[in-house]
């Protein structure tokens, strides 16, 4: 770091907001780390290659339905030591990730402020995965517990449709002890083909042989059981068929080699590089042009708090000024129709839907109805 890191205590600041909900709570940037939460989305598909295997496979098989539930598990891998917060999108704020050499495109926008509610759009090889997340996060004494609602939707390329609902994830060890991350609960994923998977992501123990230990199966609309998956979030998940055969099917990627005091994953430290010719492309509102992450990515951090504390201040003042009972509308994703609320309330698909534009506007280099949300107050 450029200056030496101011000393808060979490304790101090946290006492008070035991049972709130910490998502409209606003932190000393000294909590953060140089990511965005629409770059937390993208750190989820780290393993997008699962889904490219998954499409291989063919319509309503076990293997499709086990790769992607395995690759549901990957998303959590990058998480293990991370305790410090990704910073809150502003309004309207997005991030995209082109990733040529995986074969696949995002676009991720905050669709909501309360309650804040992320929507994403990642169209790859032989699939496009869709979905929304809204965190309720609460501060419990000596834990934090988040929990994601919202769903996971993939479409592959033969029009199977696999969805899913995240886990319960918690920071423990607020006041004693060693601060840790874990997931725990079951997530069940559901295939438009009749296939069903439930993975039981295990509450961590300090007896625990298997620490982020998951297990589970791929089953058909009969419940006869067809695979069964097992390994941990934070290293590696087998596939067994009923046959026996047993492989080995994800690994987590090896640390960098200079680890960043945040515990960012190689994949994690590159959503904030401006490559070339990416800056001239990138609209406004892309969360790399956030001054208060880049302060804090360089070590700035008295810099990056005053830049924090401006842009929350701006986003108030910008809703203090929309008319009363009027709300804003996302730019690149819709809401579904009324008719669809029984789908979308159901967990079946996700509440908002790509509404098309973002990649045809990029390549004419016009941003047209794109506010510049970090820039300077008006």
């Known amino acids: 770091p450029m200056e030496k890191e101011k000393g808060v205590s979490l304790w101090g600041i946290i ?15 000294y909590f953060n780390e140089p990511v ?49 917060k990704p910073f809150n999108p502003l309004e309207a704020e997005t991030y995209e990730l082109v990733c040529p050499e995986n074969g696949f495109r995002l ?43 919202g769903c996971m939707q993939v479409t592959f390329h033969d029009g199977e449709v696999i969805t899913w609902e995240k886990v319960t994830t918690t920071i423990n060890n607020l ?26 992501f295990k509450a961590q123990g300090y007896m625990d042989k298997v620490p982020c230990e998951v297990k589970g199966y791929v089953e058909d609309a009969k ?39 945040y515990f960012l994953s190689s994949w994690a430290i590159g959503l904030n590089e401006m490559t070339e010719g990416l800056e001239a492309a990138l609209p406004a509102t892309d969360s790399r042009r956030r001054p208060d992450q ?34 804003s509308q996302p730019r690149w994703f819709k809401l579904l129709a009324d008719d669809e609320k029984q789908e979308k309330e159901s967990g079946r698909r996700p509440a908002y839907q790509y509404a098309g534009g973002y990649w045809e506007m990029r390549q004419t280099g016009k941003w047209e109805n794109t506010k510049d949300i970090f820039g300077a107050d008006e």
């Open 294 to 327: 880049m302060c804090l990515e360089q070590g700035r951090f008295a810099e990056a708090n005053a830049e924090k504390q401006r842009l929350e201040e701006k986003q108030r003042a910008a809703r203090r000024k929309l008319e009363a009972g009027q709300t």
């Open 107 to 149: 676009i991720t926008e905050k669709v909501c402020h309360h309650p804040t509610i992320l929507a994403m759009h990642c169209e790859g090889r032989g699939w496009v995965m869709a979905g929304d997340c809204n965190l309720k996060s609460k501060f419990l004494g000596r834990c934090i517990e988040i929990k994601p609602l």
């Open 15 to 29: 006492k008070t907001l035991v049972g709130k909900d910490l998502s409209r709570v606003c932190l000393p940037v």
């Open 223 to 261: 419940r006869q059981r067809l695979a069964v998956l097992s390994g941990a979030w934070n290293s590696h998940m087998c596939f067994q068929t009923a046959s026996g055969e047993k492989v080995r099917v994800w690994e987590k990627s090896p640390p960098p080699g200079n680890p960043t005091r």
């Open 175 to 200: 006041i004693i002890g060693k601060l840790y991350v874990d997931h725990h609960g079951t997530m069940k994923l559901t295939s438009s083909a009749g296939l069903a998977a439930k993975l039981n």
């Open 36 to 84: 965005g939460a629409l770059q937390k989305v993208a750190e989820e598909l780290e393993f997008s290659g699962m889904l490219d295997a998954a499409a291989s496979k063919g319509r309503g098989s076990a293997e499709r339905m086990a790769l992607t539930a395995v690759f549901a598990v990957s998303s959590y891998a990058s998480t293990q030591g991370r305790t410090s």
